[in-house]
């Protein structure tokens, strides 16, 4: 069995990898719908989350920690290691940096959605939050978009600035931005802890598209039902979402959505968005929770790529 640290990961599965993978496996049969559920138990000092997946002749878990009081203790908050096995007989074949995989495959799968989604010619992009999802987002966008007006809003300026620093680093220029800045994003990612929305849902242009990926749980939300009730809504997978996207739930509470209106990303990848459901007028909006099977896409190309 082979160890791949976080480093290791990240070098093993290039932005453009990550997002061919995770667009192949839809294409070629994945369906979210079939893969197990993500399970949750609750902890003295946060959350514990098991997350199985098998796809493509492996099988995979991603054991998950969720500790919101490290921050005061300065270590993460969030902590993961994935075990990979071939799915016919079972035997580990990886132990990976469950943390990175995350940090890869949720931008990664946002960028499919983006590139199906949204116009050819985006590139101005506004991201909420400035942590490692914020960061990542921006790395897979431009594996799809031709961004050159990226700008970051966070809680806090320095915040904001530090992921600049981050990103130019990398040769990727961006700057500090404000919430009122959306009204002239391409592009708005909303990757934050936030549970209430983080800009007025009037404030977007109809041409652009929004990626909401900053929780999983059912009574947080960074979108308002204004914005979900004039958008078209592309989840995952529907049950999931009604049961972990609270975007959606609390939209769907407030009388803004629909859970009929909500469209797989699978039936995008499929059809070619050629389909009677996407059809619908509306501001095209990527809801992300997170799932096991992307991890095990990843975690697989990793490992082949090893």
Known sequence: ?????????FALVPWHDAVS???????????PAGQPARTAFPTEHGELLLMPAEHGGMVGVKVLSVA??????????????YILMDSETLTPRALLDGAALTSIRTPALSAVAVDALAAPAAHRVVVFGAGPQAEGHVHALL???PLDDIRIVSRSHESSAALVARLGAHGIHATVGVVGDVPRADIIVAATSAARPLFDGVSVRDDA??????SHHPDRRELDAVLMGRALVVVEDVPTALREAGD????????ALSADALVPLRDLMTSGGSGPAFRRSGVPIFKSVGQGWQDLVIAHSAYLAY
């Open 143 to 145: 594996a799809v978009r």
């Open 209 to 214: 598209m929004i990626v909401a990926v900053g």
């Open 248 to 255: 959606v739930v609390m939209a769907i509470a407030d009388g």
């Open 21 to 31: 993978a995770l667009r192949s496996a839809l294409r070629r049969g994945l369906d």
């Open 68 to 81: 919101p009081g490290n921050d005061a203790l300065g270590r993460p908050r969030i902590q993961a290691t």
């Open 1 to 9: 069995m082979i160890t791949l640290d976080a480093a290791a990961v």
